[in-house]
Structure formats: C-alpha cells, structure tokens
C-alpha cells in the first residue's frame, strides 16, 4: 500500500512508445499518474518534453528523487541493465516488452527482484494484449475446462507488414546486436505471450526461420514453428513481417469444440453437445460426430490495451492492486521466442525448459556477427551486461 495519492512516473526511452506513453499521461489519461522525468540519449527527443524535467542518464534520473516508478522503452539489450539499476534504486518498475531479449537475462532481472528486501517494488510488464477481452475469455473458458483438454492449436498471426523504410529508420533496427531478434522479438512478444498464458509452454519446439527473405536485414522475418506437449497436443505458429493483407488467426480445438477469434470479430466457439473423446467411444455409428452449436460468446470488459495496463501498474502501487502482467512471467514468452530462433540456427528439435546459458552463448554469437556495433554501455551494470556478451 501507498499512502500517497499519485505516482510520480520517470519514463526511459521517449521514443515511438516511451512518447506515446509520455503524452497519454500528460493527457490526463491515467489519473494516478504523474510525468515526473524523462530520460534519452537523444537531446531532440527530449526537448519535446521541455516542461519536465529531462535526463541523458537514467542514473542521474534516479538519482534526482523525483520519481517513485520507471517505464523503461528503450531498445530491448538496455532492459536488463536499466532495470538492475531501477530495482537495486528501490523504485517501481515496468518494462514495455520484450522482458529482456533472452532467458538468461530474463532471469537476471527476476532474481534480482526476488532478492529485494520486503516490501517488493512492483514490477510489472506492458502485456496490454491480456486486456482483450476475448483472450481474457478463452483463458476463462480452459481453466474451468468449459472447452475441455486442448487437442490443437494454430495461430497464424502475419498482418505484421512492414517495409525497407521501417527497417532503416533506425541503424539498430532489425540487428543481432541492438534489437536481438526481429520479428520474434519485436512484433510478436504479445502473441507468445498470450500463447504461455493460454495454453502453458510445450515440452518441444521445432522452427524454421527465414532471415532476410523479404528484407535487406540479419534476423528473422519469417517463422513457422510446430509445437508439442506433453500430453500430446500439438500447436503450429507462422508469423511474418512480409506478407500483406495479412491474418491474425487464433484457432484452438478441444474435446467441446472449437474456438476461433480472429482479426477484430468476436470470440466463435463451435461447441460440441458432447465431448469428441466421449463420443467417438460410444456412438455405433462409423461416420457421425457429436451435435456442434455455434456460439458467439460473450466477451465483457473493456480492452484498454496500454492505458489499462499503465492505470493498473498505478493502482497496484497506491492501492496493492494485482497486476494484469507480472513482469516475472515474462521470461515464458521470451523462452518460447528463443526456442523457435535456436531451433532454427540448430536446425533441431529443442526440448523446454530452455538451457539459458547455451541460449546466452548462442546470443555472444550472433552479436559478434552483427553490422550493428552498439553505443557503450550508460552505467557499470550495464557495461557488465555488455562485456557478459563480448566473452
């Protein structure tokens, strides 16, 4: 609990989302919180925000006592050492995502907030896509095992497109070494997370990505990956940056029928009266199948998307409130993202859970090999977490 009636916000990084975030609060749009600072490298990006205090430093931002959480939307290699540096401060912490760009330094983080003396800073990442209420709905209806076991699931969510322009507006845009990943890792982090939320993490993972097959770049853009669990259901997942129109496509078959939720339509279930398992081993018929009903279920709630999260993260703050997106189960969604990239750069099968240390030797790797050669590091945390990689 807080006493306080407001939470006075430093943002790191006022880029394409720290701005957007930035603005939303001067806006008013979330009332129990305050802009306090903000932080960039870019002088040009802070004069936007001439009338708060502004910092090159997220160190000398936090040094400055003016601000009691961060949002950090940096590139994604500076989530890990600025949160040490936010946590190891004392302050709240939210990071947009990914949580950090592999397992291991997933793990950094959350050790070092387990580590935390009590009471915990609130620690939470930017999972607005947990907010939609019909994702919120279908997780409702597997956990009450309304829809039965999971048998299947497909999701092929490809209406990413994105041009030459997008990727060269930035010189670390889509490299090993300033983004680490590409479309894995910055357009479908809400879709794996979504995925672990939903359905859990597979026993095994085999991927094929393609890097650079539509654009003049070193990571993925494209990927298909199949997925298997322990119980012996199976998913498939294909995403791209290079296909236009484009579908975003959920579809999930269990033993009482199916569900699909795709583009912005409603939640469809095709239920069936009985239960598929139950039915095949009863019925004397060799070719019927169980009565299906189609049902548009009900999704109430209002998707709020990222001013729902950033007005939880306050509330959770002043008030104890639970968090929509605990950031600690952030490290499943990067997981399951690095287990299809190695599965395809070891062009094998990968079994979970991941070991983080060969993923991390994996990531030296591909840095080393990178065009992009990365600024040096803003505090000595995170030029520790820079030279872990150059070993």
Known sequence: MNAKSVVRLGIVGVGNMGSAHANAILERKVPRLELAAVCD??????????????????????????????????????????????????????????????????????????????????FAEM?????????????????????????????????????????????WRATWAGEGGGVLMNQCPHQLDLWQWLFGLPAKVRAHCQFGRFHAIEVEDACTAYLEYADGATGV??????????????????????????????????????????????TKAAFDRPEAWKVEVPCPGANGQHLEILRNFADAILAGAPLIGPAPEGVHGVELGNAMLMSALWDRTVALPLDAAAVAVEYQRLIASSRHKPEPAASAIASDFAASHRR
């Open 41 to 122: 490298r870019d002088p040009a990006r802070l004069a936007r925000f001439a009338a708060i205090p502004g910092f090159a430093s997220h160190l000398e931002m936090l040094a400055s006592g003016l601000v009691d959480a961060v949002l950090i939307a940096t590139p994604h290699y500076d989530h890990t050492g600025i949160g040490l540096d936010v946590l190891a401060a004392g302050k709240h912490l939210l990071v947009e995502k990914p949580l950090s760009v592999h397992k291991a330094d997933c793990e950094r983080l959350i050790r070092a907030w387990q580590k935390h003396p009590e009471p915990r800073p609130v």
């Open 127 to 171: 999972f607005n896509q947990r907010t939609d209420p019909r994702y919120a709905k279908l997780r409702q209806l597997i956990q009450t095992g309304e829809l039965g076991a999971i048998r299947r699931i497909n999701w092929i969510i490809t209406d990413w497109f994105r041009t030459e322009a997008y990727y060269a507006s930035g010189g």
């Open 237 to 282: 997942f294909i995403t791209t940056t290079g296909e236009s129109p484009g579908t975003n496509r959920l579809e999930v078959a269990g033993e009482r029928g199916r569900i699909v939720i795709e583009g912005p339509g409603p939640l469809t279930w095709i239920r069936n009266q009985v239960p598929m398992s139950e039915f095949s081993q009863t």
